[in-house]
């Protein structure tokens, strides 16, 4: 079953959020098989968000990202890749529809609380690079079937 990379960002873990936002997950109907809460390096921020390194706010927001805990989740479900950048709406919250995480719960693109992985390539390097192998779970559980309509 497909996977992706979620991290609730310091400001999201600071303004009290993380209930918020794994909620949205869940009730959708995406599983968690991974989480912890980390204090990224400026030097691992600098990889995670490595295509971004010629834009003239990465230095801002590498410092940002590694200016408190985050919260690094992997969640599972099918298209879960693509609605979660949905559910998480556009890059600039002013941009960002209502009944969107940053929409609903962020103001200015600097501080927009989490961050989605952007495709299968990106969802397999970010969760290699935020979690050991072990840290990762499989697990089955009573709603799938009602979920996805499976026996
Ligand atoms: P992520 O899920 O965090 O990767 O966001 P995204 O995929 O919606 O956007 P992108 O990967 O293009 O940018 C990564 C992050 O850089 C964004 O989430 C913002 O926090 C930040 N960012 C993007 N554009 C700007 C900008 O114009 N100014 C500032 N200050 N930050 C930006
Ligand atoms: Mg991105």
Known sequence: MERTFIAIKPDGVQRGLIAEIISR????????????????SKGFAQKHYYDLKERPFFNGLCNFLSSGPAVAMVWEGE????????????TDPQKSEPGTI???????????????????????DEINLWLKPEELTS????????????N
Do not use: C, M, Q
Not at 79 to 90: C, E, H, N, T
């Open 79 to 90: 298209g879960v890749i693509k609605y979660g950048r949905k559910l998480i709406g556009a």
């Open 25 to 40: 997950f869940e009730r959708k109907g995406f599983k968690l098989v991974a989480i912890k809460i980390v204090v990224p």
């Open 139 to 150: 697990y089955s559980n009573n709603a799938e079937k009602w979920i996805y309509g499976v």
């Open 102 to 124: 940053r929409g609903d719960l962020a103001v200015v693109v600097g501080r927009n609380i989490i961050h989605g992985s952007d495709g299968p390539e990106t969802a397999k």
